[in-house]
């Protein structure tokens, strides 16, 4: 969460009192902050500040991570919450955590009982009657994927028609239950599709559509583009085609370990069809001139999607809230098993990349659209990888400990500290992480207590190229540059190491004078200054 400091003055002139845009709860009552949350959504938006009494005073509360956990619960629990940002305000050394809530821009918010709250003052009014049906009526949101299109049921292709049957457990696909589902608008003779059914059941969208497609981008090093693909079709091909084409765009890694031949994915696949599902499903399909966009480059996949994040989603919130701006299109994609459940997409993406030892997906969004950039770099090397993938044959190893253990094989002692600092967690887990690695034999405790360290297990032999230093590794290869010229190739392969590894190894050594570099990309040879060509 954001920080930001006020001296008690300043505080009192920001927040001078309850009104239509301001309310003060002592205490984190769900109930009664839910209520607010959801009058502000549906008004002009407003500030909750809890830890602070009804005269105004700052009296201070819980602001650690199961606080801000709980406080995303809550608002998690109004339908359709305005988007909305937790920041803690330190007033000379009192907290106070702040609700700032937006005006809910499409549609309104309901309480968890079905209740529409407006702000008027201080209070939190309930609509009824007819000042509700006018509310409503004003506010209603029209989902784009509902609009009736010109496409009929005698443009549907059977094939598709089956495919989405079987995808939803259907004997027949009914009109009604074409219907039912978002697919199909009785209300014209003869039916018509709806957007989501086109996108589902006529072959080519584009005809009626603009550009519900993707478009697959692939640079070269030096960033010129080599080739560009579209993906059409109905979204379920979309997806699976788009996942397969950049999954072998990006490849995967080898790396020999002893006798062992290891192929590591740059990239999850889970983590690739997640991304690009959440793109096709939550985009604006209003937006009849842009497609959803897959730019291939040396060390990142940026995956971007037309349209703003739905509400009530912001950057600082998107793991702990989830949205559908197409309900009906998102669902049909899980039927087809091409994505997850609500709220476990962004899960899946930073687990999964954290699981494989491989950094984080990065997400940028604007009014214009959405980004989620997948890096195909790590702190950890491939060999690394490799080496842990080996290790997982010997016992179970939960997700975090893949860390510990590359660092332990780097030549770290761990510590209680460390670990902490590591993984992001508290002295009890961290110290449980620990002697469940000793228990397995993976680490060796020395000295105990507060003293205790603890190393890499005496039967665990990491890698040739984790155990030397730098210094030494520089030293092996000029000794092999000494006997043969070198590519990036033979070095990889003699001292386990990764592309990136072996080419910064060889660059420095270029750049020290240590060695010469002869041709470009594929034909590149390095060689010793003194060495006949």
Do not use: C
Request: glycine share 8%.
């Amino acid at each position: 969460m954001d920080h930001q400091h006020l001296t008690s003055d300043e505080f009192h002139a920001r927040y001078s009192g309850e009104s239509d845009t301001i309310e003060f709860k002592q205490g984190v009552s769900e109930h009664k902050i839910a209520e607010v949350v959801t009058a502000f959504s549906n008004t002009g938006g407003g500030t909750v500040l809890v830890g602070v009494d009804p005269r105004g005073h700052p009296v201070g509360t819980n602001t650690d991570g199961e606080a801000e956990a709980r406080l995303h619960r809550v608002v998690g629990r109004v339908h359709r919450p305005g988007r909305y940002t937790l920041r803690v305000l330190d007033v000379e050394s009192v907290k106070v955590l702040a609700i700032e809530v937006s005006r809910r821009e499409g549609g309104y918010a309901q309480t968890t009982d079905g209740r529409v709250l407006v702000r008027r003052g201080a209070m939190n009014v309930a609509l009824l009657g007819e000042q509700l049906d006018e509310f409503v009526s004003r506010r209603a949101l029209r989902r784009f994927e509902s609009t009736r299109t010109e496409r009929t049921t005698d443009d549907v292709d059977p094939q598709l028609l089956e495919e989405l049957a079987n995808a939803f457990g259907w004997g027949e696909a009914t009109t009604d239950r074409l219907a039912d589902h978002g697919f199909l608008d009785l209300s014209s003779s003869p039916p018509s599709l709806t957007v989501a059914g086109v996108l589902y059941l006529l072959a080519d969208p584009t005809d009626t559509l603009g550009k519900p497609y993707v478009e697959v981008f692939h640079y070269r090093e030096d960033e010129s583009e080599s080739s560009r693909r579209k993906i059409a079709g109905p979204l379920q091909h979309q997806v699976a085609q788009a996942t397969a084409t950049v999954a072998e765009a990006v490849g995967h890694d080898v790396v020999v370990l002893g006798v062992r031949r290891y192929e590591l994915d740059r990239l999850p696949t889970e983590v690739l069809r997640e991304a690009i599902a959440n793109a096709v499903a939550h985009r604006v399909y209003e937006d009849l001139r842009r497609a959803v966009r897959i730019d291939i480059r040396s060390t990142t996949v940026t995956i971007t999607s037309p349209g703003p994040l739905p509400e009530p989603v912001t950057l600082a919130t998107i793991r702990e809230q989830n949205a559908a701006r197409n309900v009906r299109v998102i669902e049909a994609l899980r039927r087809f098993r091409l994505a997850e459940d609500a709220g476990r997409g962004v899960d899946l993406m930073q687990d999964a990349m954290a699981a494989h030892l491989l950094d984080p997906p990065r997400f940028d969004a604007d009014d214009a659209s959405v980004t989620v950039t997948l890096p195909l770099t790590s702190t950890v090397t491939t060999t690394e990888r490799a080496w842990i993938t080996e290790i997982e044959t010997r016992g179970e190893l939960h997700p975090t400990d893949r860390i510990l253990l590359v660092h332990a094989a780097r030549g770290e002692a761990l510590t209680n500290s460390a670990v902490r600092t590591l993984l992001g967690i508290d002295s009890t887990h961290a110290r449980a992480a620990l002697q469940r690695l000793r228990d397995l034999g993976f680490l060796r405790q020395v000295g105990n207590r507060a003293g205790a360290r603890y190393l890499l297990g005496d039967d665990l032999k990491p890698p040739a190229g984790l155990r030397l230093t730098d210094r030494d590794l520089r030293e092996a290869v000029l000794d092999l540059a000494r006997r043969q010229p070198l590519t990036n190739r033979l070095v990889r392969e003699q001292f386990a190491l990764d592309r990136p590894e072996a080419l910064r190894i060889l660059k420095e050594l270029v750049a020290s004078g240590d060695l010469i570099q002869e041709g470009q990309r594929r034909g590149t040879r390095y060689r010793r200054p003194n060495s006949a060509r």
